[in-house]
C-alpha cells in the first residue's frame, strides 16, 4: 500500500488519484445562461441530491487546474443565480462530452452538440429536451472552496420545478431505474452505465471539435445514426480530405458496392458499425464518400 500526503503532490496527480477512487459520480448537466441571455451547457461530476426539504443540489465548477481561471457556469450561475440540472442517461453520453468541450465565451453548446433546447417554465435557462428528467433551479449560495487551480465550488441549487420523461416512469409513477438508464463519471475516460457497467469515452479533443451544428443534414437528420453517434463524429478537429476518401473507398469493396447500390441506409450502418469500434475517421470516409 502507498500512502500520499496530498499537499506533497502536483494539483493533476492528487486529481487523478481523486478521480479514479471516487466513483462511480453522478453527472450533472447543468444550463445556465450569462447576464445577456446567451446559452451555456458543461457537465459536473462533482455533484448529488444533499437534502429533500428543501429540495437541493449540489454541484461543484472547479477551477481549472492549468492557469486558474474559472468556468462559464459559475460564471453564469453568480450572476443570474439560476441553473438547470439535467441528467444524464445513455443515449446522450457522446454529446455530453463533446459539450464539454470549451468552445470560447458566448457559444451555444446545444447548437455544438446537437442537443435540443427547451424552454423552463420558471427559471431563464434552457432545458435539455433529450435529458429522462430536468431540474429548474434557484441558486441560494455558492462557496468558494479555494482561489488556487482546482479549487471548487460549491453550487447550492433549490429545485422549483421537476420535469421527467413519462418513458422512464414504472406502473406506479416512480422512475424506474432501468428505463433511465443513467449514467456516471469515473476516473481516466471511463463511465459507468447503471444497467450494463463500465464503458470508455474518448475525452473531447484539446483542440475544437467541429460540432454537430458543422455535420451535413444528410448525415444529421440519418434515420440510422444516434445522439451519440452524431456526438462522435462531432468530436473531429477537421474532416478527412477527398484523397483521404477515395483511399479509404478504393480498398473496400464492400463501401464500393453500396455506393453502387446509393442505398444511404446501408451506408450509414456501415458507418455506425466503425463508430461502434471508436474508429470515428473511418466512419466519416463512408459518410463522405460518393
Request: hydrophobic content about 40%.
Amino acid at each position: 500500500m502507498i500512502s500520499i500526503t496530498p499537499n506533497e503532490l502536483e494539483t493533476p496527480k492528487l486529481h487523478s488519484y481523486l478521480l479514479g477512487a471516487v466513483g462511480p459520480r453522478p453527472i450533472a448537466f447543468a444550463s445556465t445562461v450569462d447576464a445577456d441571455g446567451r446559452p451555456n451547457l458543461s457537465p459536473f461530476s462533482f455533484f448529488n441530491v444533499f437534502s429533500a426539504n428543501p429540495p437541493i443540489l449540489i454541484f461543484s465548477p472547479a477551477r481549472r487546474v492549468r492557469d486558474n481561471t474559472t468556468k462559464h457556469t459559475l460564471e453564469n450561475v453568480l450572476e443570474t443565480n439560476e441553473v438547470v440540472i439535467n441528467i444524464v442517461n445513455y443515449d446522450m453520453v457522446q454529446q455530453m462530452s463533446l459539450s464539454s468541450t470549451e468552445y470560447p465565451e458566448g457559444e451555444n453548446e446545444f447548437i455544438k452538440s446537437g442537443l435540443t433546447m427547451l424552454k423552463s417554465d420558471v427559471v431563464q435557462p434552457f432545458r435539455v429536451a433529450e435529458s429522462p428528467v430536468q431540474f429548474e433551479c434557484k441558486v441560494t449560495k455558492v462557496e468558494a472552496l479555494g482561489q488556487e487551480g482546482g479549487a471548487g465550488n460549491l453550487v447550492f441549487s433549490e429545485v422549483v420545478k421537476i420535469h421527467v420523461h413519462t418513458s422512464v416512469l414504472d406502473s406506479n409513477g416512480s422512475i424506474d431505474q432501468h428505463k433511465i438508464d443513467q449514467v456516471s463519471r469515473m476516473g481516466g475516460n471511463w463511465y459507468s452505465r447503471a444497467n450494463l457497467g463500465m464503458f470508455e469515452v474518448p475525452k473531447p479533443l484539446s483542440s475544437l471539435g467541429i460540432g454537430v451544428d458543422a455535420i451535413p443534414d444528410t448525415i444529421r437528420n440519418s434515420d440510422v445514426l444516434t445522439g451519440n453517434d452524431l456526438g462522435m463524429l462531432g468530436n473531429v478537429e477537421k474532416l478527412p480530405d477527398r484523397e483521404e476518401v477515395h483511399a479509404f473507398v478504393e480498398t473496400n469493396d464492400e463501401v464500393k458496392a453500396l455506393i453502387t447500390l446509393q442505398d444511404r441506409g446501408k451506408l450509414h450502418a456501415k458507418a455506425k458499425a466503425y463508430l461502434a469500434k471508436n474508429d470515428v475517421l473511418s466512419a466519416w470516409k463512408i459518410l463522405m464518400a460518393k
